[in-house]
């Protein structure tokens, strides 16, 4: 079992920064394959990132590479999304989650957080 809580979410102007931070409990927290997701009104969920349980291997949504960086510390059972240049499209609820077995689809991630809200202006 591994329930999630994220921080870090709030009010931004288009090319400012947010760090958002995903704390994890349970003792098998390396394990897991963590991703973050992200849902605007009247859209369906989408994939951001998703980083494996050594934090070699990362995979970014085209929309957001190059702007966005996730890691891990596996010491403090956490997961960080940096988000950087953001633009309004941006604009949503962010959600950690977890997987034993990876991907982009949001249906392989077994455990979710309460999401945090990213609002980027104009």
């Known amino acids: 079992q591994v329930q999630l809580v994220e921080s870090g979410g709030g009010l931004v102007q288009a090319g400012g920064s947010l760090r958002l931070s995903c704390a994890a409990s349970?003792?098998?927290?390396?394990?897991?394959?963590m991703g973050w997701f992200r849902q605007a009104p009247g859209k369906a969920r989408e994939f951001v990132a998703r980083?494996?349980?050594?934090?070699?291997?990362?995979y970014y949504a085209d929309s957001v590479k190059g702007r966005f960086t996730i890691s891990r510390d596996n010491a403090k059972n956490t997961v960080y999304l940096q988000m950087n240049s953001l633009k309004p499209e941006d604009t949503a609820i962010y959600y950690c989650?977890?997987?034993?077995?990876?991907?982009?689809?949001?249906?392989?991630?077994?455990?979710w957080g309460q999401g945090t809200q990213v609002t980027v202006s104009s």
């Open positions: 980083i494996a349980w050594s934090g070699v291997s990362k």
């Open positions: 989650a977890a997987s034993r077995s990876g991907g982009s689809r949001w249906t392989m991630y077994e455990y």
């Open positions: 349970g003792r098998t927290f390396s394990s897991y394959v």
